[in-house]
């Protein structure tokens, strides 16, 4: 069968990819055809579009790209209808691909959403859409179900997708002593800095991480690059003082991290999954005007980071916004750092949150249910 993927993130590369790896087990006529990235590449099939040419972060980028993005559309648009698959598969992403689910529909394309949107905390209006065009629905929270089912619809839990990849990881995990020495990094713990993989999330936290970094030479900081993001992005925003950067190895650098500072994201849950104690932090343009904005009257959820979600409690503390400050992070970092109670505590919320998450096996469920639906 012939497969249409679009992803248009970095999270929607990996999941894309693992979904990819196992739609050829279970379908070995597959033919791929997608946006996405190196992984999603890696798999095989023809990428159309990388997913670096799409991310757009924030109100004020996506107002300032908007004929980018509406290219982008057009051009996606046009594709799918000369590719003519028998399936589109919609990976989070839900500006775009919300719009493309309305497009395929209406061209009589069988539409199959991966990774749902995150409705539940905002855009709630967006359920009409899911309704109206997207076929079978995938989600890979457990809390999802049950809201949407209240909705109306139901839904395909398959589990979550990460715990695929780091069990993965874990099967050629390189040891720590290999780790260190390919990086040129000391013995002292490790402090992971992942501020995030696009451009301006990185702007927007990675100068306060280092900022708390220069108060504990005790620990080693070291910054997850993505090779997405232009080296001058960190260069200049690191120089005056020496934190070491490496590229694709995130996994690698939480395998062996003591501690970690997190943009929120998927990483929050990657990190904890790993076990590492975190603080989550995110800011984007706007400061106190756009936080009261979507504090009030758009965001429906307590929290950000996905494993308070999941837990329905603050198990990790979060500086958004005008609460990302210098002193915020410094102190709550003192603590993940030192304080061994309050790094215990965060491990059985972790502990709890991996029992929610069940078992590994996510992208072999979601393919199969995908091929026997397609098939029937």
Known sequence: MKYYLIAGEASGDLHGSNLMSELKLADPEAQFRYFGGDLMKNQGGTLVKHYREMAFMGIVNVVLNLKTIGRNMKFCQKDLLKFQPDVVILIDYPGFNLRMAEFAKRHDFRVFYYISPKVWAWKEYRIKKIKAFVDELFTILPFETEYFKKHGIDVNYVGNPLLDSVASFRKNALPKEEFLANN???????????????????????????????????????????????????????????????????????????????????????????????????????????QFIMKNFFLKVKWASLPNLILNKEALKEFIQVDLTFKNVRDELHRILYEQDYRDKITVDYNRLMEILGEPGTSKRAAKIMTELLKA
């Open 184 to 290: 040129n990094l000391d013995e002292r713990p490790i402090v992971a800095l992942l501020s995030g993989s696009r451009k301006q999330e990185i702007k927007n936290t990675l100068p306060i991480m280092k900022k708390a970094a220069a108060c504990y030479p005790e620990f080693q900081f070291v910054v997850a690059g993505v090779s997405t993001v232009d080296k001058k992005t960190y260069g200049k925003i690191l120089s005056g003082f020496p934190i070491p950067l490496i590229y694709n190895q995130t996994y690698d650098l939480l395998n062996n991290a003591h501690s970690a500072l997190v943009a929120s994201g998927t990483a929050t849950l990657e990190t904890a999954v790993f076990g590492v104690p975190q603080t989550v932090l995110y800011r984007v343009e706007g400061g106190r005007v756009v």
